[in-house]
Nanobody, 114 residues
Framework: QVQLVESGGGLVQPGGSLRLSCAAS????????VGWYRQAPGKQRALVAQ???????HYADSVKGRFTVSRDNAQSTVYLQMNYLKPEDTAVYYC????????WGQGPQVTVSS
């Protein structure tokens, strides 16, 4: 059974930082494309960052230069380092792992507010 367990969400002030982690089990992690989506209230789920098997990263324009996605295949974990957070980054963040079909994490809340 595939499981993606996320950690690291919470409340942070504008300009602050958070690091999300997503530990996978039940898959050969190195074979999967992984990354993060987010869903803000009233909006559709949207891609934030992804890092395929080959390691080339891709970011949404809104987070370029502020967020960094990385993966540790030995630990079957994908990370999202979020710096210079803005109120508009407030959302539920979902990690995913995809080979033939996507698997999703539970989605921790990230709230950026003073």
């Amino acid at each position: 059974q595939v499981q993606l367990v996320e950690s690291g969400g919470g409340l942070v002030q504008p300009g602050g930082s958070l690091r999300l982690s997503c530990a996978a089990s039940g898959i050969i992690f190195s074979f999967y494309s992984v990354g993060w989506y987010r869903q803000a209230p009233g909006k559709q789920r949207a891609l934030v960052a992804q890092i395929p098997r080959g390691g080339y990263t891709h970011y949404a324009d809104s987070v370029k230069g502020r967020f960094t996605v990385s993966r540790d295949n030995a630990q079957s974990t994908v990370y999202l380092q979020m710096n210079y957070l803005k109120p508009e980054d407030t959302a539920v963040y979902y990690c995913y792992a995809s080979a033939d079909k996507p698997h999703w994490g539970q989605g921790p809340q990230v709230t950026v507010s003073s």
